[in-house]
């Protein structure tokens, strides 16, 4: 299995990033990583996407650094120079999907309906964002979709933060949350990246707890 994609399942959150200034990519890459999370995905919603990207590969070579947001095949191949070891999408792109599978680079396409799972499995994913979680119904939604491609994990993304994390992870559907809780906007900008590095702690907390409480529920109903 891909290692980038092997961390993501592991560590099963990724912090989804934006940052104004490349200037911010490496104290932000150093907060993830002492908060236990070695995985950014770094929007292309910015201009300074593409050259934070090559920062953290450069000064973190081990984080796992991907790119999100990457609505044209244009962003997927610059993220893809810059060193991105995976793609997200908001949506699904045909184009985007064949040049990431052409590179051997992971790729996440947003899927929020049937007709575009069907085309994920076309394509042989395994793996899809579901964005934007909260405003496409949440865990019922995924639940309700599970159901006819028993093939498929998902990975939610927007309205996903440390209150609602716990119920996301109990569902073994869940490949993986994304989200900016742990990196804000306005905790990047303003600096604070103790802060950063706190939230980071407390979201890979939550997640070995579940990780831990579904492993007893698979051994209870086995027993
Ligand atoms: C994304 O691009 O995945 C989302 O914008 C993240 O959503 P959030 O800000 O609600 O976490």
Redesign the pocket.
């Given at each position: 299995m891909d290692q980038a994609v092997k961390l993501i399942g592991e560590k099963q959150i990724?912090p989804?990033i934006?940052l104004d200034e490349a200037a911010a990519a490496v104290p932000l890459a150093c907060a993830l990583t002492d908060g236990g999370l070695p995985v950014a995905?770094i929007?292309f919603?910015t201009k300074a996407a593409a050259e934070s990207i090559r920062r953290i590969r450069e000064a973190y070579p081990d984080l796992i650094c991907g790119a999100?947001?990457v609505v044209t095949l244009a962003q997927a191949r610059e993220a893809k120079e810059a060193g991105a070891r995976f793609l997200?999408c908001?949506g699904f792109s045909q184009e985007i999907v064949a040049y990431a599978q052409e590179q051997g680079l992971p790729v996440f396409p947003?899927c929020c309906t049937p007709t575009d799972l069907v085309k994920a499995v076309a394509c042989g994913l395994q793996i899809v964002?579901f964005?934007?979680?909260?405003q496409y119904g949440g865990l019922d939604t995924i639940r309700a979709l599970s159901a006819p491609f028993p093939g498929l994990s998902f990975m939610p993304?927007?309205?996903?933060?440390a209150e609602n994390l716990r119920e996301y992870l109990l569902n073994d559907r869940i490949y993986a949350c994304?989200?900016?809780?742990m990196a804000?906007d306005s905790l990047i900008r303003e600096g604070r990246f103790a802060e950063i590095e706190e939230r980071t702690r407390e979201a890979v907390r939550l997640a070995g707890q579940v990780q831990a409480e579904r492993k007893a529920r698979r051994k209870e109903a086995v027993s």
């Amino acid at each position: 299995m891909d290692q980038a994609v092997k961390l993501i399942g592991e560590k099963q959150i990724v912090p989804v990033i934006k940052l104004d200034e490349a200037a911010a990519a490496v104290p932000l890459a150093c907060a993830l990583t002492d908060g236990g999370l070695p995985v950014a995905e770094i929007t292309f919603r910015t201009k300074a996407a593409a050259e934070s990207i090559r920062r953290i590969r450069e000064a973190y070579p081990d984080l796992i650094c991907g790119a999100g947001t990457v609505v044209t095949l244009a962003q997927a191949r610059e993220a893809k120079e810059a060193g991105a070891r995976f793609l997200v999408c908001p949506g699904f792109s045909q184009e985007i999907v064949a040049y990431a599978q052409e590179q051997g680079l992971p790729v996440f396409p947003g899927c929020c309906t049937p007709t575009d799972l069907v085309k994920a499995v076309a394509c042989g994913l395994q793996i899809v964002k579901f964005f934007p979680a909260k405003q496409y119904g949440g865990l019922d939604t995924i639940r309700a979709l599970s159901a006819p491609f028993p093939g498929l994990s998902f990975m939610p993304t927007g309205g996903i933060h440390a209150e609602n994390l716990r119920e996301y992870l109990l569902n073994d559907r869940i490949y993986a949350c994304g989200g900016s809780w742990m990196a804000p906007d306005s905790l990047i900008r303003e600096g604070r990246f103790a802060e950063i590095e706190e939230r980071t702690r407390e979201a890979v907390r939550l997640a070995g707890q579940v990780q831990a409480e579904r492993k007893a529920r698979r051994k209870e109903a086995v027993s």
